[in-house]
């Protein structure tokens, strides 16, 4: 569904952004860009790993090192972009942290470092993607919330300020750039599965289970796929 297209993923070395960039790939996408503020090893490596992960010669595979906080940091993603790939069809904003504390007790740095990780960086990166999206009038933006940006929760006031705000962002630019034929949405996935909440014990875990219909975590795959719907020609409209 997605022969010939280009895609940015931010946060994409790991968990959620990892299987998306696999989905991406597994849709046939001509080039990915991956980005990330620290990688295990080196961004080369870290590209030929995927590369060889996914088994698939039609799909490049590139890694940028980019603090997604940073405007100058998300040009520069966007000009390797055109660099290595020809160019940016797809943007995935999905690069983020969580800094967990209850609001007595958290720093003010705490507050300011997620919100510039997990909101700034989706301003950064869209602001600098729309440039040739608008010139070549298409384009796919997918920004990464939390279900928690919607229903809160107790000790993640930045977190959940944060993904709020993203969604009030998605919305606010699927209304300015329809007009430009760019589709703007967000997917926010509930408790899902990764290095981050497999640091959650048992007895933690247990009452978030409880409220889940299908009583189980979701699994990275899930937002993949439903992120790459969301970057082919189904839902256009």
Known sequence: ??????????????????????????????????????????????????????GNSDTKIHAFKADASLLEDAQATIDAASEKLGGVD?????????RDNLLLRMSEKEFDDVISANLKSVFNYTKAAIKPMIKQRSGKIVNIASVVGLIGNAGQSNYVASKAGVIGFTKAMAKELASRNINVNAVAPGFIQTAMTDKLTDAQKEPLLK?????????????????????SPMPDY
């Open 90 to 98: 797809i943007l995935i904003n999905n690069a983020g942290i969580t």
């Open 211 to 231: 409220v889940i219909p299908l009583a189980r975590m979701g699994l990275p795959k899930d937002i993949a796929q439903v992120v790459s719907f969301l970057c």
């Open 1 to 54: 569904m997605l022969a010939n297209k280009k895609a940015i993923v931010t946060g994409g070395s790991r968990g959620i952004g990892r299987a998306i960039v696999t989905q991406l790939a597994a849709e046939k996408c001509s080039g990915i860009l991956l980005t990330d503020i620290a990688f295990v090893n080196t961004p080369e490596e870290c590209a030929t790993e995927i590369q060889k992960e996914i």
